[in-house]
C-alpha cells in the first residue's frame, strides 16, 4: 500500500486569483533603440524616441491598473503583446492589401526591441520588475482598413487570497 501526499496536505489549500490587465498604446509602436553615447561625456544614455513611447506605455499601464484597482505583481507575470504598425503609404494596393490581410508582416521594428520597449515601459507599473516575467508572446502585423497604428499589452499573473 502507498501513502499518497499531496501538496495540499503539506502547505494547506492555497487559493489564487489570476489578476489581468489589458491596455493599449496608441501611436506607431517603437521598438527600443540601442544605447548611445555621448561624444562630450561618454556617458551611456536612452535615445529620446524610446524614452517617450517607454512613458507612453508607462501611463497607459498605470491608468488601466488604476482603473481596475490593481497592484503590481509580486510573482511571476505572462505577457502577450501585439503591435499594430502602420502601412507604408508607398505601398501599391495589392501590397497594401497583403499587409492587411497578414500576408506580409512589418520588416522593422525587430519583434524583439518592440518586447523590449513594452516591458521597459511596464516596469515598476504592472510588476515590479521585468525578471518576473516567465512567458512572453508578440505578434506584429498591419493594421486593418481604418484602424490607427497602436500596441495593445496584456498581462496576467497569480495573487495569494488572504
Known amino acids: 500500500m502507498f501513502n499518497i501526499i499531496?501538496?495540499?496536505?503539506?502547505?494547506?489549500?492555497?487559493?489564487?486569483?489570476?489578476?489581468?490587465?489589458?491596455?493599449?498604446?496608441?501611436?506607431?509602436?517603437?521598438?527600443?533603440?540601442?544605447?548611445?553615447?555621448?561624444?562630450?561625456?561618454?556617458?551611456?544614455?536612452?535615445p529620446e524616441k524610446t524614452r517617450e513611447y517607454e512613458a507612453k506605455v508607462k501611463k497607459a499601464a498605470w491608468v488601466a491598473m488604476k482603473e481596475n484597482?490593481?497592484?503590481?505583481?509580486?510573482?511571476?507575470?505572462?505577457?502577450?503583446i501585439t503591435c499594430y504598425m502602420e502601412i507604408p503609404k508607398s505601398y501599391p494596393r495589392q501590397k497594401r492589401l497583403y499587409c492587411q490581410h497578414g500576408i506580409i508582416i512589418p520588416p522593422r521594428p525587430?519583434?524583439?526591441?518592440l518586447i523590449k520597449s513594452a516591458?521597459?515601459?511596464?516596469?515598476?507599473?504592472?510588476?515590479?520588475?521585468?525578471?518576473?516575467?516567465?512567458?512572453?508572446?508578440?505578434?506584429?502585423?498591419?493594421?486593418e482598413n481604418g484602424q490607427e497604428p497602436h500596441m495593445v499589452i496584456k498581462a496576467q499573473w497569480e495573487t495569494k487570497l488572504e
Not at 491596455?23 to 548611445?36: I, S, W
Not at 516591458?119 to 493594421?143: C, M, P
Request: glycine letters at 8%; charged letters at 25%.
Open 6 to 46: 499531496t501538496l495540499s496536505n503539506i502547505i494547506g489549500v492555497l487559493i489564487m486569483s489570476i489578476n489581468t490587465c489589458e491596455f493599449k498604446v496608441e501611436g506607431q509602436p517603437v521598438g527600443k533603440a540601442r544605447p548611445r553615447f555621448s561624444r562630450k561625456n561618454g556617458r551611456v544614455y536612452t
Open 69 to 80: 484597482k490593481l497592484e503590481p505583481a509580486t510573482g511571476r507575470c505572462s505577457v502577450i
Open 110 to 113: 525587430d519583434i524583439d526591441n
Open 119 to 143: 516591458l521597459d515601459g511596464a516596469n515598476e507599473v504592472i510588476f515590479l520588475d521585468d525578471a518576473q516575467v516567465w512567458h512572453v508572446s508578440a505578434f506584429k502585423r498591419y493594421t
